[in-house]
């Protein structure tokens, strides 16, 4: 199954190494595990800035009720200007945190520094490596010590080899679960903010076996180009997209001009709901409650843990009833009857 003979430079990114595409999966708080690089596309969304309690639970039911399955903030942002507003640090997630678990979101957030780690641990479920540190080797090898799940960011300026040598760090420091992202590089184009590599995804595709998700908000940076491209993402077989949704961008701290109007980031989600069975994938879920099988129900099946869903459907396995219950929950979570 897996080969250490690889002879790229990056081994254990490599599809030499590892033929099967990896799926990382994440837990959130109610019995119910995010898969990444899967059968379903995963949508994390949520503002470039943790600004305050208030806005962090409005923006996370806003995306919540829209369909997107993690919450997404920053705490500590690294900006150009030494003047921006530069993050809320420790009081900023516990923010994100509290409202990712009202609504069932894991929390992304971005790491600028390993002296945060011990701050950061206690209220982060993904790690995010900014475009900035890509390549800051140091920060790689000790997030990649923690073991968690990272989302990996591509350079301004990276070529796709630089890009899947700094998921190595990641990956020979200590975690399998990296998930790369697309976010634009810098080109002479001065039309949009960046300009989004699209064909980074098949190219990718080919020489990895790590899920791959697309940030079109910080590649365009022009609001209502973002649904258009978040789409474009999807089509080019994208596992996810990351988008930035702010329910005031005009008074947003940071990047408001990219950020999407909880109502645009609705119909962007009904969209990729409409386009993701031509691609024969289907949208993740967050459930509505927290579940788990009564202790009579758990020792009946006898075969699946005590989390998982017991779902009863008319008709005979393979009927449009069983195959609409593995659109909505994961088959590794469904005990049938």
Known sequence: MENTESQKPYKLASREYKKENTIVEIPNNRGQVIRVGGSRIVTIAGPCAVESREQMLEVAAAVAASGAVMLRGGAYKPRTSPYSFQGLGEEGLKYLKEAGDKYGLPVVTEIVDSSLIPIMEKYVDVYQIGARNMQNFELLKKVGMLGKP????????????????AAEYLLASGTE?????????????????????????????????????????????IRDKIPPMGLASVAGGADGIIVEVHCHPEKALSDGPQALYPQQFDKLMHDIEALAPVLGKSIAHIRLQPYALSKEKADKTNEKKADSILCAYSGNRGAYAEQAIARYFDSEDITEL
């Open 150 to 165: 990272v989302i990996l960011k591509r350079g301004l300026s990276a070529t796709i080899e630089d890009f899947l040598m």
């Open 177 to 221: 679960k990296v998930i790369l992202c697309e976010r634009g590089i810098r080109t002479f184009e001065k039309a949009t903010r960046n300009t989004l590599d699209l064909s980074a995804i098949p190219v990718l595709r080919g020489l990895t076996h790590l899920p791959i998700i697309v940030d079109p908000s910080h590649a365009v940076g």
